[in-house]
């Protein structure tokens, strides 16, 4: 017996009778041979954070767009955040925490530059449309690897594809919007989990909110700072999924009206709020300009997506794996004019 069959027992005896096992896996679209010494689900995890598209969340928005100070989120600071809030409820379940990493840290990969301005300007620009929870699977299964995909298991891609609604319920009655595995619903609670608290912390770093502005029943039943609001809903999510026997991960009723609340909260707020609105037009108008320019002028830059595909989708891709900071560059390059030097 190998290592790898070694975990694979380890992963049978220890972990709870609902977890999903990496030995029962549905597997991968090209059949690989398994490796000596990690779980399929390891194994993905790992090739998602060599991925080039990971590498690049680190000068994506969370919230604050191209942000200057060091101490804001970025999409990869909140993927972070995100797989610890998750790993945290998968080991407290005995489900498969491999499993719930990978796909953590997967599940932003196909977010924009510019954060939800960059998904909506993309979605109003495609004929059928865009979101970045699609986006993310088309990067792992497309284009990444020089267009050969990651091949990651079943599992993974589901759960990568299943993480978001947007502003739709967190934890769906409607099964079929909901990842099958307990793992795939864990990151989707815990997305929201992360986000609601991290932004209303750089909220209040950008001086956008103010303490007092935060529903005051909300501080009083989840705590007044991040860390304790963010045990809180994690002790929530725990309880409520074994009381449901782990037919399901949930939250309190009393629990999933807090964090709709905060969403609610910083949707008005700090998301659409005054502040953003401005910045958010810009955004749009930036990503906008090149959609068009690349449509215009495909070449060099749509040459590496997938050639079957429609010019719109692979500009589309093109301009979704930007980071602000590279948009703003090819921005400039193309639309400013250049100065002369002596
Ligand atoms: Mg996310």
């Known amino acids: 017996m190998n290592i790898r069959e070694k975990l694979e027992e380890i992963e049978t005896t220890t972990l709870s009778p609902k977890a999903t096992l990496s030995s029962a896996s ?14 399929a689900f390891q194994r993905d995890r790992d090739r998602i954070i060599h991925s080039k598209s990971f590498r690049r969340l ?16 970025t999409r990869l600071t909140h993927t ?16 498969n925490e491999d499993l719930t990493e990978a796909i953590a ?9 510019f954060g939800h301005a960059g998904e909506e300007t993309l979605d109003k620009l495609l004929l059928d449309g865009f979101t970045h929870y699609e986006q993310s699977l088309r990067v792992v299964e497309k284009l990444e690897y020089e267009g050969k995909g990651l091949n990651l ?30 793992e795939g619903q864990i990151v989707r609670v815990s997305d929201v989990i992360a986000y609601v608290n991290h ?6 770093r950008a001086g956008v909110i103010k303490e007092g502005d935060i529903p005051q029943h909300l501080v009083k039943d989840l705590g007044k700072w991040p860390a304790a609001r963010i045990d809180r809903m994690v002790e929530d999510v725990v309880k409520a999924s074994l ?5 399901r991960i949930a939250m309190s009723e009393k629990g999933l009206t807090a ?4 969403r609610e909260f910083l949707y008005k707020r700090v998301y659409c709020g005054p502040q953003a609105a401005g910045e958010i037009d810009k955004a749009k108008k930036i990503l906008s300009d090149l959609y068009d320019y690349v449509l215009r002028k495909p070449n060099p830059y749509v040459k590496h997506y997938p050639r079957g595909d429609s010019l719109e989708r692979r500009a589309a891709d093109f301009i979704a794996g930007m980071t602000d900071f590279y948009a703003l560059a090819l921005y400039e390059k193309l639309f400013f004019p250049r100065t002369w030097s002596s």
């Open 80 to 95: 972070l955040e995100v797989s610890q809030i998750a790993r945290t409820i998968a080991k407290a379940l005995r489900l």
């Open 105 to 113: 840290l997967g599940h932003d990969l196909g977010h924009t530059p």
């Open 26 to 39: 549905r597997g991968r679209v090209r059949p690989e041979n398994p490796h000596p010494l990690r779980t």
């Open 153 to 182: 298991t079943y599992e993974v891609r589901e759960g990568i594809q299943k993480h978001s609604k947007g502003r739709g319920e967190i934890l769906e009655n409607n099964l079929e919007d909901m990842p099958k595995t307990l």
């Open 259 to 262: 964090v709709v609340e905060l």
């Open 58 to 73: 680190k000068h994506k928005t969370q919230v604050f767009l191209a942000p200057f100070g060091d101490h804001y989120r």
């Open 199 to 204: 932004d209303i912390d750089d909220a209040l």
């Open 243 to 247: 009381d449901t026997e782990l037919e």
